[in-house]
Each structure stands twice: as structure tokens, then as C-alpha cells.
């Protein structure tokens, strides 16, 4: 358990269903990510909220959606996928601009069919 | 761009010392960590360097040349819970991103 749980762990979907990713924290952090881990790729930053706000954006496609209800939780919407979606979503958080890196979420494993 | 470059895979013996690399060109620098990620699993952080120099803790330690763009990650006496996938990143400002290179994927034989 390294302070940031994800869930859920696994999540199978097609293309046309709706589906949440959850993450929360508890180390009193005051940003939190959404990361996209492709095989063979870099981890991919697709959002980051701090105090609530989101401050990043990187060209996500609009079927991904953040919500950040309150600095401890950080949710991740799915729509409509695309089978090339199919990756391990990672959650992370820190205390402040990255300067001592992240505490991550053990990811969910996302499969689109 | 952000171009952060390691290798892909290495192998190396139970006992023995392993050197990974990372360079990296990035439109600024303020700061560089590495982190180790076993399969199914968070990765989790090794180490960060933002000065030149040698940073060590334990059996890993971490090198950093700011004029070169370049890193290592040097892991002494290897044990077979050391095999991982081993990511360099960097924190091109003062801002909240990092940038993450491919990751290594650390294979340890004995």
C-alpha cells in the first residue's frame, strides 16, 4: 500500500459503456495526476489538479474526463473508448510542484473490447 | 520537445553491479528521479538529483551531470527482487509535471 489507492484494479469495457476510474489519497497532498502507461511508450501525462484546480491539460481526447471533488479524491470518467485506450491508468500525488516526485497509485488496468 | 532517452532492457547477474543509463534534452531542468517499478505494481521512488554529483542510498545510488544531460542509476550487489522496470524522469521547471522516459526493464539471473 503506498498511500494513493486505485480502483478499481482491473476494468474490462466496450466500446460504448461509461465507466469511472477512483483515486484517493490521504499523505496531505496538494496535486494529484492522471498518467497513461503504454507498453513500450513513457508514461504519459494526461491531467494535474492542484488545490482542486485543474492547472494541465495535455490534449486529452474528451471521452477521458477528470473530476477532483475535493483535494483527497481524483476521479477519471470514461466514454465512448477506443480500443488503442486499452493501458494501466496511473494516479499519483505530491506535496508540492513535483518537487519531490509522486507517490503513485498501483494503476488500473484498463481493457476496452 | 522533451526527449528523455534509456535503455530498453538490461541483464545482469545476482551479486554483480549494473549501471543504467538516462540523457535527457529538456526545455529546462529542475530536477531528475528515478523510479523502480515491479510488474502489476506502483512505481515508487528511488532517488533525485538536482545538483551535480553522486547521490547514495544504500545499494542504489545516482549520478548527474547538468552540462551533459545525463544520469545514471547504479544498483551494487544485485539481488533477484532488484529485477524491475527502472524509469528516469525530469522535472523540466518549477511547474507540476514530470517527464518520463520508456523505463528500463531490469532482468537480474542468478
Known amino acids: 500500500e503506498t498511500g494513493v489507492t486505485q480502483t478499481p484494479r482491473h476494468l474490462v469495457m466496450g466500446m460504448t459503456n461509461k465507466k469511472s476510474l477512483k483515486c484517493e489519497q490521504h499523505?496531505?497532498?496538494?496535486?494529484m495526476y492522471w498518467y497513461k502507461q503504454s507498453a513500450k511508450k513513457p508514461l504519459e501525462l494526461m491531467f494535474v489538479?492542484?488545490?482542486?484546480?485543474?492547472?494541465e491539460n495535455n490534449s486529452v481526447p474528451s471521452r477521458f474526463s477528470p473530476e477532483c471533488p475535493n483535494s483527497s479524491h481524483l476521479f477519471l470518467h470514461l466514454h465512448t473508448l477506443q480500443p488503442e485506450d486499452s493501458a494501466l491508468y496511473l494516479c499519483?500525488?505530491?506535496?508540492?510542484?513535483?518537487?519531490?516526485?509522486?507517490?503513485f497509485g498501483s494503476g488500473t488496468r484498463l481493457t476496452v473490447v | 520537445g522533451q526527449n528523455i532517452d534509456q535503455p530498453t532492457e538490461m541483464t545482469a547477474t545476482e551479486g554483480a553491479i549494473v549501471q543504467i543509463n538516462c540523457t535527457y534534452q529538456?526545455?529546462?531542468?529542475?530536477?531528475l528521479f528515478w523510479y523502480q517499478q515491479h510488474a502489476g505494481e506502483a512505481p515508487t521512488f528511488l532517488s533525485y538529483?538536482?545538483?551535480?554529483g553522486l547521490e547514495e542510498k544504500g545499494r542504489f545510488s545516482s549520478f548527474l551531470s547538468r552540462s551533459k544531460g545525463y544520469s545514471y542509476l547504479l544498483l551494487k550487489e544485485l539481488q533477484m527482487k532488484d529485477s524491475a522496470s527502472y524509469l528516469c524522469?525530469?522535472?523540466?521547471?518549477?511547474?507540476?509535471?514530470?517527464?518520463f522516459g520508456k523505463g528500463t526493464s531490469l532482468l537480474v539471473t542468478p
Open positions: 499519483a500525488s505530491s506535496s508540492r510542484q513535483g518537487a519531490h516526485g509522486y507517490t
Open positions: 529538456t526545455s529546462g531542468f529542475n530536477g
Open positions: 538529483n538536482v545538483l551535480d
Open positions: 489538479y492542484s488545490l482542486e484546480e485543474r492547472v
Open positions: 499523505l496531505g497532498h496538494n496535486a
Open positions: 524522469a525530469v522535472n523540466p521547471n518549477s511547474g507540476y509535471a514530470l517527464n
